[in-house]
């Protein structure tokens, strides 16, 4: 950490994510949309699945242009997913980021389409045509990014999720409900800027730990800062989850205790860094503090 | 026609891609979204683009094992465009191939999920570990199905339908509506089918002008039935289009000018399979012929 300047690197980072998802995202599609998709994605959101992505990538030498493509592609599913969640049939919210949920400015059935549109688009970025993305590297990174997304992966979460309201979990069904539905998507960042170069097995499985560490710890304090955060300062609605009932770690631990196990799985993410035998960690090591430290 | 017995085959394909899906569709889902996901694509459908592939698959001598993938692939496009298509937000149906609509049976965060889930799925068939499909095969399998599935293909021609309720369209601008809608995906099914194998570009050009010309076909003969049949014969609700206010060849060309049209598109898709020079097109041929003669 002391050695790295995080800010500069994740400043410049965002904005190649910004001016390549605002040249993609929607773009000729008809134009209500279009207008939704951008307003989806565009203008919000702290880009942490983009920033995995370009730093794992940057720890293993990686392709930059199927990085790019691959930050904005996990983004992409990322944004769907909070389009289709914050909808009436789901969690009802009207607050995102500070602005109107995409369902409350465009409609119900624009936000469905928006949301299914920004799925797809996510396999078109990694599917370009020519050679600036090897055809195997665009098969591997498509084949990481739609087990992630799916039933065994977010969509699955977000069904367990469901079917937990108002239920009484163990923390083991508790992390395994979180592991899909956010952490899926966290750990499929990291592996996918790995796929994007050359990396050992064991570099690999540190990665893999890395991912899987960080992915439950956004959880955890995901919990806390629904607890103790203000609307202004979360960009979207606390203690939704309380009023919904759900489970959530600081229910099962109390606060002091989901603030001690946030902690403890940061140590476990620089652990699996040390150990990766990758030269270039402190981006992805930054990132750690970042999630765990953050207000919201 | 005369020398291909199309029932034979079609049944044998049906049942393998019966299989196939039956094996792969929301198998290790989170229970409810796993039913759900089940009960929106098997026993059910014509598996009409299934056939497109397969047919298309084995017109240029390709891969067996890719063109089943893609075959269930696409299906599950079609079939998550339907759920999501019949949620009261959409169309509001509450009846599809004669029995309720996912979100009526399953509720709707359920249907919305089961959706998602479904897409995704599709890419991950379509990206199979080992080397069963080649990596650069698997790249432009999802490349023409991402392309034709969202904002520039079937997602953004449901924005366009959506946006036209009540509206007054062109011949052109209906054309270009359906041809986002259902075309791109039934085109794409034949494109999928011919990158399963190789073909030379006046083959291939000539494959993607029959599968232009058979979406479109399918969707004038829909707006035909859905004006001449009951709801027993076509298994979901008749008379919606009328009821929606929305545009359809019936209404633009009257009942015998729709129907002369289907014809006339049919002879059209007939002549571009003549022209291909590829030997075994009587599937593509007598899939042409069902499209126009169809009940439902």
Same mark, same amino acid.
């Given at each position: 950490?002391? $050695?790295?300047?995080?800010? +500069?690197?994740?400043?410049?980072?965002c904005?190649q994510v910004e001016q390549a998802l605002a040249a993609w995202v929607g773009v000729?599609a008809?134009?209500?949309l279009g207008d939704a998709m951008r307003y989806a994605v565009l203008d919000g959101g702290k880009r942490l699945r983009p %920033?995995?992505?370009?730093?794992?990538?940057? *720890?293993?030498?990686?392709?930059?242009?199927?990085?790019l493509r691959?930050a904005c592609a996990v983004e992409l599913i990322h944004a769907y997913s909070l389009v289709h969640d914050d909808? +009436?049939?789901?969690?009802?919210?009207?607050?995102r980021r500070g602005k109107?949920t995409v369902?409350?400015a465009f409609?119900?059935?624009q936000a469905?389409l928006a949301g299914d549109a920004l799925q797809a688009q996510a396999?078109e970025l990694?599917?370009?045509?020519?050679?600036?993305?090897? *055809?195997?590297?665009?098969?591997? %990174?498509?084949?990481?990014?739609?087990?992630?997304?799916?039933?065994?992966?977010?969509?699955?979460?977000?069904?367990?999720?469901?079917?937990?309201?108002?239920?009484? !979990?163990?923390?083991?069904?508790?992390?395994?409900?979180?592991?899909?539905?956010?952490?899926?998507l966290?750990?499929?960042?990291? /592996?996918?800027?790995?796929?994007?170069?050359?990396?050992?097995?064991?570099? /690999?499985?540190?990665?893999?730990?890395?991912?899987?560490?960080?992915?439950?710890?956004?959880?955890?304090? $995901? $919990?806390? !800062?629904?607890?103790?955060?203000?609307?202004?300062?979360?960009?979207?609605?606390?203690?939704?989850?309380?009023?919904?009932?759900?489970?959530?770690?600081?229910?099962?631990?109390?606060? $002091?205790?989901?603030?001690?196990?946030?902690?403890?799985?940061?140590?476990?993410?620089?652990?699996?860094?040390?150990?990766?035998?990758?030269?270039?960690?402190?981006?992805? !090591?930054?990132?750690?503090?970042?999630?765990?430290?953050?207000?919201?």
């Amino acid at each position: 950490m002391q $050695d790295f300047d995080f800010s +500069p690197w994740a400043n410049a980072q965002c904005q190649q994510v910004e001016q390549a998802l605002a040249a993609w995202v929607g773009v000729d599609a008809p134009a209500a949309l279009g207008d939704a998709m951008r307003y989806a994605v565009l203008d919000g959101g702290k880009r942490l699945r983009p %920033l995995l992505v370009l730093a794992a990538a940057q *720890a293993v030498g990686g392709n930059a242009a199927a990085a790019l493509r691959a930050a904005c592609a996990v983004e992409l599913i990322h944004a769907y997913s909070l389009v289709h969640d914050d909808m +009436p049939c789901m969690d009802n919210d009207v607050l995102r980021r500070g602005k109107p949920t995409v369902h409350v400015a465009f409609g119900q059935a624009q936000a469905l389409l928006a949301g299914d549109a920004l799925q797809a688009q996510a396999f078109e970025l990694l599917t370009p045509d020519g050679a600036e993305v090897p *055809a195997a590297m665009q098969a591997h %990174l498509c084949r990481i990014l739609a087990r992630a997304a799916g039933a065994r992966g977010m969509a699955g979460g977000q069904a367990i999720d469901l079917a937990s309201v108002g239920q009484q !979990l163990t923390e083991a069904q508790l992390r395994q409900m979180h592991r899909l539905k956010t952490g899926a998507l966290l750990e499929a960042s990291v /592996l996918l800027g790995a796929a994007c170069g050359q990396a050992w097995a064991p570099a /690999l499985s540190a990665l893999h730990t890395y991912g899987q560490t960080l992915g439950l710890a956004f959880q955890v304090v $995901d $919990d806390v !800062l629904d607890v103790v955060a203000d609307a202004a300062t979360l960009g979207k609605t606390p203690g939704k989850d309380a009023a919904n009932a759900k489970p959530t770690y600081v229910a099962l631990l109390g606060l $002091d205790g989901a603030r001690a196990l946030a902690q403890d799985l940061l140590a476990q993410a620089s652990a699996a860094l040390a150990q990766s035998g990758l030269g270039q960690t402190q981006a992805l !090591l930054a990132l750690a503090h970042q999630v765990v430290g953050r207000s919201h």
